[in-house]
C-alpha cells in the first residue's frame, strides 16, 4: 500500500471503528428490550427468591424467583463499590451483564420473559467502576418453571 492511500485511509478506518464502538452498546440495548425484559427498579435487600449466590468478598448476592422470572442484584456492603451479575439463558448464545448502582441495602430487580421449559445461570460480582473485584462461581442451571 502506498504512503498517500495510508493516509488516506487510516483516519476513515479511525472513524468507522469509533462509530462501531458508539453503536455497540446502543445495539446491545435494543438486543435486550427486544428479548422480553428489563429493569422493573430497585427494591430493598433482601429480596423473595432462591438460589442465591454471594461474591466471595461478601458485597453482592444475586438471586433468582422463577414465580415472574426475576433476577435480583444485590449490593449488601458499605464498601463504596456495586454489585453486578452475568446472567446466561439455556438459549442465549452470549450471557448478558447487569449492574446495580444504588448503594448498600438495594437490589436491581431485572424481570425476565422467560418460558417455563428454559432455564437460567448467573454469578454474583462486586465491581468498582469496570474493574472485577470478586466473582462467585457461576450457579447451575435454574428452571425458569416457578
Known amino acids: 500500500m502506498t504512503k ?22 446502543q445495539a446491545a440495548q435494543a438486543a435486550t428490550a427486544a428479548a422480553g425484559f428489563g429493569v422493573l427498579g430497585v427494591v430493598d435487600y433482601p429480596p423473595t427468591c432462591w438460589n442465591k449466590v454471594w461474591s466471595p468478598d461478601g458485597g453482592a448476592m444475586t438471586c433468582f424467583n422463577p414465580t415472574g422470572e426475576h433476577m435480583y442484584v444485590c449490593d449488601i456492603k458499605a464498601d463504596g463499590h456495586h454489585a453486578a451479575a452475568w446472567y446466561k439463558g439455556s438459549y442465549d448464545t452470549y450471557g448478558g451483564y447487569r449492574h446495580n448502582y444504588e448503594g448498600n441495602g438495594t437490589c436491581l430487580d431485572v424481570n425476565f420473559d422467560m418460558p417455563e421449559n428454559t432455564s437460567i445461570k448467573y454469578d454474583s460480582r462486586n465491581m468498582e467502576g469496570d474493574i472485577l473485584l470478586s466473582v462467585s462461581a457461576p450457579t447451575g442451571w435454574i428452571s425458569a418453571n416457578g
Open 4 to 25: 498517500l492511500r495510508q493516509r488516506l485511509l487510516l483516519p476513515l478506518l479511525a472513524a468507522l471503528s469509533g462509530l462501531l464502538l458508539t453503536a455497540a452498546p
